[in-house]
């Protein structure tokens, strides 16, 4: 069983933190054989099965239904997150921006398969074992980068800025940065320090897309430990061994969206709840505390870099 999270602990995708970036996949290759035209991600089926967890595989091949192992919210929500994103990195390029950067970039396929303008620089940051086997795992799939995809294995707990700028990133030009389901598995404290070299990182107009979460009401996280526990003990009895509750940071932290506004950023966003609202998307079970976590995104018009 996981351990609960300390400073140092490392990963692979098929453990702890890694673990939880191929239970995503997992929901956007459902998502994606789905349909519907709202996000597709062609690459999701086939890294899920390449990590080899044997669940996973199932699920996001479709060879076993989702039914309670993977909840109907978390479907929709990948439906709605992933066009999000999607999007958020669409109209950046539209608007000129030639520099993106994917934090915690998992097994995100984006570098791959969004339409980037030319000359368009895409970085992904992640931990080298992560980096080193979706590239391979891509590679054999015989896919090719869309952009011009520059990696950076590094944890983020490091001096990943430093790393960054050594791969050829340029803090004078604008950038386009997510940090897409990452701070909760963030000390408040180490999400703050990432917000603030974003920040630091980036020249006017500069974007940046991830989610804000609102502090929890008394009770709340009880509850939520106690969904993600039911959801494990399901998986357990499927043979995929995780503790979800475990992986994560809980207590009070600083709210993302209004911590960015305070350095500089004009954004704008919704919930959860709102979003799959707007595309006709039930939000039938909420004991995970989705609805109310709200994408924000926007442009930094401080006089940083």
């Known amino acids: 069983m996981t351990s609960t999270r300390q400073d140092g602990d490392t990963w692979d995708l098929a453990s702890s933190v890694g673990a939880t970036a191929t239970m995503a996949a997992a929901a956007r290759a459902i998502a994606t054989r789905e349909g519907g035209g709202l996000f597709a991600d062609a690459f999701a089926e086939p890294l899920v099965r390449a990590v080899g967890i044997d669940l996973l595989t199932r699920l996001a091949s479709g060879e076993e239904p989702p039914g309670d192992l993977v909840g ?8 709605v997150r992933g066009k999000f994103y999607d999007d958020f990195f669409r109209e950046a390029t539209k608007a000129g921006i ?16 969004l339409p980037w303008p030319e000359g368009t620089v895409v970085y992904e940051l992640d931990q080298p074992d992560v980096i080193e086997f979706k590239t391979r795992a891509l590679a054999e799939l015989n896919a090719e980068p869309t952009a011009e995809r520059r990696v950076v294995g590094i944890d983020l707990r490091e001096d990943w800025p430093a790393a960054l700028k050594a791969g050829g990133f340029d803090a004078t030009q604008k950038t386009a940065w997510s940090a897409e389901g990452l701070l909760g ?17 980036s020249a006017p107009g500069s974007r940046v897309a991830t989610e804000s979460r609102p502090n929890p009401k008394p009770g709340d996280e009880e509850k ?11 998986w357990r009895e499927q043979g995929f061994d995780t503790d979800m509750a475990k992986v994560r940071y809980y207590g009070e932290r600083n709210e993302a969206a209004p911590y960015l506004t305070g350095l500089g950023w004009e954004l ?13 998307l039930p939000l039938a079970d909420d004991s995970l505390r989705l609805s109310d976590v709200r994408y924000v995104s926007g442009t930094n018009v401080h006089s940083g870099g």
């Open 72 to 79: 109907r919210v978390a479907i929709e929500v990948a439906k």
């Open 98 to 113: 030639t520099q993106a950067v994917i934090l915690a970039a998992g097994l995100d396929s984006r570098a791959y398969r």
């Open 185 to 201: 598995y963030l000390p408040p404290e180490a999400q703050d320090r990432l917000l603030d070299t974003i920040t630091e990182l």
């Open 224 to 234: 939520t430990k106690a969904g993600l526990n039911r959801i494990a003990e399901r």
């Open 268 to 280: 704008s966003g919704a919930t959860i709840a709102e979003l799959l609202s707007a595309n006709g």
